[in-house]
Nanobody, 126 residues
């Protein structure tokens, strides 16, 4: 069982930046997908960004150009750099992982991911 632990959430003003981190308890093989989703109160969980080997990172339209997803091997960590934050970005952000390299049409589907973190709160306010 792989455990994912997120950190880095907090309170930031509109236009500010945050960097989220997600550490996995085990390394995946050469095929994997790691992603960030978010869920605001009263809304469904939505895809934010994903990273896979040998593929360009994928982003939701709402965050493309402002957010960047990256990964480091040691430890097995995925980051989400969030810049120019907007009030609509406020949500609980969840890290997700699959031990499979998901196809493009599946990376935004939360049911495709077997492992989830507990979430980290991002609040946008003056």
């Amino acid at each position: 069982q792989v455990q994912l632990v997120e950190s880095g959430g907090g309170l930031v003003e509109p236009g500010g930046s945050l960097r989220l981190s997600c550490v996995a308890s085990a390394r995946f093989g050469s095929s994997y997908t790691m992603a960030w989703f978010r869920q605001a109160p009263g809304k469904e969980r939505e895809f934010v960004a994903a990273i896979r080997p040998f593929a360009t990172p994928s982003y939701a339209d709402s965050v493309r150009g402002r957010f960047t997803i990256t990964r480091e091997n040691a430890p097995n960590t995925v980051f989400l750099q969030m810049n120019r934050l907007k009030p609509d970005d406020a949500a609980v952000y969840y890290c997700a992982a699959s031990s499979s390299r998901l196809i493009s049409s599946s990376i935004g589907t939360h049911s495709a991911y077997a492992y989830w973190g507990q979430g980290t709160q991002v609040t946008i306010s003056n």
